[in-house]
């Protein structure tokens, strides 16, 4: 065999010998990494499916009627005492005996809580010498309906301030006046507090009576509080793990899939994943769970 034929059949040989070694090597190098796991997909916020919580409609704002303050003063000032005696039965009877003429409508119910509210809505106006229906300190209906713990979906207030001699009047005139009869006629108030009584104003003598109008809360089903306060915190920890995630991933992806420590943290990445689903699905069940309350609530306050 020709000295070049020897060196042709060497290389060949070392050529393969090369080729099997690096085989042989690559193959070794890739053991820790032949069974790389792939990242798990996390679910995204918007595109699973997770509802926005909705909100209870501001109904405190929206549904009060509050028609202009009614006088009938015809007296002199510094007018003796009046032996007029006006009660609030003698109040209430008129209001409900209007409601029966006008359509056959139910009755009002005296509610003590409206009640307190109404008496410290006369107490004050004679107090403070004004006769409207937001104060001198700036205190509204809401203000005084709520200090006196009525939860409510609708209230109404009528003010009258006069020289009447008996409850029936006093109703007649605000029958007389749209705003007021409109809140006498109003389907929507199951509930009456009044307060009447005679005292000085301006220097005259005069009867001021106040009704508060209202329907209770409690003729809707209530909204959980504590299931928005339990989504509120969800929130929290879901954000917080979107954010170990997101760190987790760039871990990842900052190392080499030849790494031997490429698969634990692939692992740590999709237990993270886990979690971070799992909650998800539970707080998609309590939005979904809030926001049913919620619109029932809203429809329940738009029917009245």
């Known amino acids: 065999m020709s000295p070049s034929r020897k060196i042709k059949?060497?290389?060949?040989?070392?050529?393969?010998?090369?080729?099997?070694?690096?085989?042989?090597?690559?193959?070794?190098?890739?053991?820790?990494?032949?069974?790389?796991?792939?990242?798990?997909t996390?679910?995204?916020?918007?595109?699973?499916?997770?509802?926005?919580?909705?909100?209870?409609?501001?109904?405190?704002?929206?549904q009060v009627s509050l028609p202009g303050p009614l006088k009938k003063v015809t007296m002199e000032n510094d007018a003796p005492v009046s032996f007029v005696s006006i009660t609030q039965k003698e109040i209430l009877d008129a209001t409900n005996l209007g409601r029966l003429q006008n359509g056959g409508m139910n009755a009002?119910?005296?509610?003590?809580?409206?009640?307190?509210?109404?008496?410290?809505?006369?107490?004050?106006?004679?107090?403070?010498?004004?006769?409207?229906?937001?104060?001198?300190?700036g205190t509204v209906l809401s203000d005084?309906?709520?200090?006196?713990?009525?939860?409510?979906?609708?209230?109404?207030?009528?003010?009258?301030?006069?020289?009447?001699?008996?409850?029936?009047?006093?109703?007649?005139?605000?029958m007389k006046s749209p705003g007021h009869r409109a809140n006498i006629l109003n389907t929507?108030?199951?509930?009456?507090?009044?307060?009447?009584?005679?005292?000085?104003?301006?220097?005259r003598r005069v009867w001021i009576a106040v009704q508060h109008f209202g329907a209770p809360l409690s003729l809707c089903d209530k909204v959980d509080s504590e299931l928005k306060n339990a989504i509120s915190a969800e929130e929290k920890i879901i954000d917080a793990k979107a954010g170990e995630l997101d760190a987790k991933k760039a871990e990842v992806d900052s190392t080499s899939t030849l790494s031997p420590e490429y698969n634990d943290r692939v692992d740590e990445y999709n237990l993270l994943a886990?979690?971070?689903?799992?909650?998800?699905?539970?707080l998609k069940k309590k939005i979904s769970q809030y926001n049913s309350q919620v619109k029932k609530f809203n429809d329940c306050t738009k029917g009245i």
């Open 9 to 40: 059949i060497a290389l060949i040989l070392a050529g393969a010998f090369a080729l099997v070694y690096g085989a042989y090597f690559n193959l070794l190098g890739n053991v820790p990494t032949t069974v790389n796991n792939s990242l798990k």
């Open 42 to 62: 996390i679910l995204d916020k918007t595109a699973s499916g997770v509802s926005q919580v909705i909100q209870i409609e501001n109904i405190k704002e929206l």
């Open 108 to 137: 009002l119910t005296l509610n003590q809580k409206l009640n307190a509210s109404a008496s410290t809505k006369l107490e004050d106006m004679f107090s403070l010498n004004y006769f409207e229906h937001t104060s001198p300190r």
């Open 144 to 174: 005084v309906i709520n200090d006196a713990e009525y939860e409510y979906i609708i209230i109404g207030e009528n003010l009258a301030m006069g020289n009447f001699d008996k409850g029936s009047e006093i109703v007649d005139e605000w």
């Open 188 to 203: 929507q108030f199951t509930e009456i507090g009044i307060a009447v009584r005679e005292g000085m104003y301006d220097g």
């Open 274 to 282: 886990e979690e971070y689903n799992t909650l998800l699905q539970d």
